[in-house]
């Protein structure tokens, strides 16, 4: 699945939830159930939802990702939503 990169502002509440070490509702889907089912012509997986902190965001590959305290990595263009900020209509 190509990567489509998430509007600036939204990148910017991303980095204000790790600096202020927020604990947020993230919603996301999961990547290859997501681009394997798309490929498929059959309905994507529901959204997973986590309680959860944000360690990190960083760019990979020219690829955007936000990182977890477990280790978990979720590329940017796959978050539905974290904590009030919704993500799946705007892109740069």
Same mark, same amino acid.
Do not use: W
């Given at each position: 699945?190509?990567? !489509?990169?998430?509007?600036?502002?939204?990148?910017?509440?991303?980095?204000?939830?790790?600096?202020? !070490?927020?604990?947020?509702e993230?919603?996301?889907?999961?990547?290859s !159930?997501?681009?394997?089912?798309?490929?498929?012509?059959?309905?994507?997986?529901?959204?997973?939802?986590?309680?959860?902190?944000?360690?990190?965001?960083?760019?990979?590959?020219?690829?955007?990702?936000?990182?977890?305290?477990?280790?978990?990595?979720?590329?940017?263009?796959?978050?539905?939503?974290?904590?009030?900020?919704?993500?799946?209509?705007?892109?740069?």
């Open positions: 699945m190509n990567y !489509k990169p998430i509007a600036s502002r939204l990148y910017d509440e991303l980095e204000r939830i790790i600096i202020e !070490k927020r604990e947020v993230l919603v996301f889907h999961a990547g !159930k997501e681009a394997d089912a798309t490929r498929n012509g059959e309905e994507a997986a529901e959204p997973i939802t986590l309680q959860t902190r944000i360690s990190d965001v960083f760019t990979r590959d020219k690829q955007e990702f936000i990182r977890l305290p477990d280790g978990q990595e979720i590329r940017l263009d796959r978050l539905v939503r974290a904590g009030s900020h919704e993500f799946g209509n705007e892109s740069c």
